[in-house]
């Protein structure tokens, strides 16, 4: 694997497997020991010197065990996490079904179960998002006037999803014009997306006008947040990591949270089809996410609505685990908005 001889690779994934499991630094002798490779531990510490030397593991110190580093996990992920699956008995994933299905119909309330059940199944914390139109479009627009020079914008789009905003008039309206540019801009932009919107030359008095171009912007910005009104469950799962002792770590982490920036850079990762993503540290391409691990994947009909899942941890994550719990989710997921698309 990428340059491994088969022994090298099978003493590697021991060492992380075992480093998953407690977290401490696996010692040599150990890994003798506890795999079938039928090898002297004399072998597999030269083996181990050679794994460090090619910076798939370090040290703490000399006469301590091995730590796996990012490249070492990824060589784990390729060859284990990707390709084993953990068989969940059928009472867990009747469970995971009975607890998503309670809330079958209303997909803001079934990404926030999503995210609470597979937080409980990774044991980390948790993302999830409703499934939603690649491009969106206007289902309802209403002009509301306020004041003389003040109206309010109302657009709700495909998936029940609201947006208001304030304008000012350059001059008072009257109220029933207000009303008769409401019902015109209702028939007009129903059911059409911002690219349609732009295609058409609507014959407008000043006023639509303005209205037309704020619509289209909301359509727009709705379109580039393909993944937002996220869910995040587990976050004490996570900080229950040995690796989140370090006050300045924590810190970093809840900050991310409460400023929305670690669910963006999570979301950031999601993979364009159907398989399930593993990012490890600084793979990241946000820093922030340096110390965390992400498994993650798309859910939904594919080219039309989709969500995204997933399960963020240590560096140090059972990815194993957290690979076919994603899988497993997903395919539940799928299932689901299959159904309600369907009715």
Do not use: C
Not at 33 to 51: D, F, G, H, I, W
């Amino acid at each position: 694997m990428l340059g491994l001889t088969d022994r090298k690779n099978k003493i590697l994934n021991r060492i992380v497997r075992e480093y998953i499991r407690a977290a401490v630094p696996v010692a040599s002798d150990s890994v003798a020991r506890s795999s079938n490779l039928k090898v002297s531990p004399a072998t597999v510490r030269n083996e181990v010197a050679e794994l460090e030397e090619e910076g798939y593991l370090t040290r703490p110190h000399s006469s301590a065990g091995s730590v796996p580093l990012e490249k070492g996990y990824r060589i784990y992920v390729e060859s284990v996490a990707l390709v084993q699956r953990l068989e969940f008995p059928r009472s867990v994933r009747a469970s995971v079904k009975a607890r998503l299905e309670k809330t079958e119909q209303e997909p803001d309330t079934w990404a926030s179960a999503a995210a609470a059940v597979l937080s409980s199944l990774v044991g980390n914390l948790a993302i999830a998002t409703f499934p939603k139109a690649l491009e969106s479009r206007v289902s309802h627009v209403e002009i509301v006037p306020l004041q003389d020079l003040l109206v309010l914008l109302i657009v709700v789009f495909g998936q029940t999803r609201l947006k208001r905003q304030l304008i000012k008039l350059h001059q008072p309206i009257e109220r029933e014009v207000i009303q008769t540019s409401s019902r015109r801009l209702q028939a007009l932009l129903g059911g059409r997306s911002w690219r349609e919107i732009n295609r058409i030359d609507f014959k407008l008095s000043p006023l639509e006008n303005r209205l037309v171009d704020t619509t289209t912007n909301m359509l727009r910005n709705e379109d580039r947040n393909q993944y937002e009104g996220h869910f995040l469950d587990g976050l004490g799962n996570l900080l229950d990591q040995p690796e989140f002792a370090r006050k300045d770590t924590v810190r970093s982490v809840i900050y991310g949270i409460e400023n929305g920036s670690l669910a963006q850079a999570v979301l950031d990762e999601v993979p364009d089809d159907d398989t399930v993503k593993v990012v490890i540290g600084e793979e990241n391409r946000d820093g922030m996410l340096a110390p965390l691990g992400v498994v993650i994947g798309q859910y939904g009909i594919p080219g039309e609505a989709v969500g995204a899942l997933g399960a963020v941890g240590p560096v140090r994550m059972e990815y194993v685990n957290a690979v076919s719990s994603v899988n497993l989710m997903v395919g539940i997921l799928n299932e689901m908005v299959e159904t309600v698309s369907s009715t």
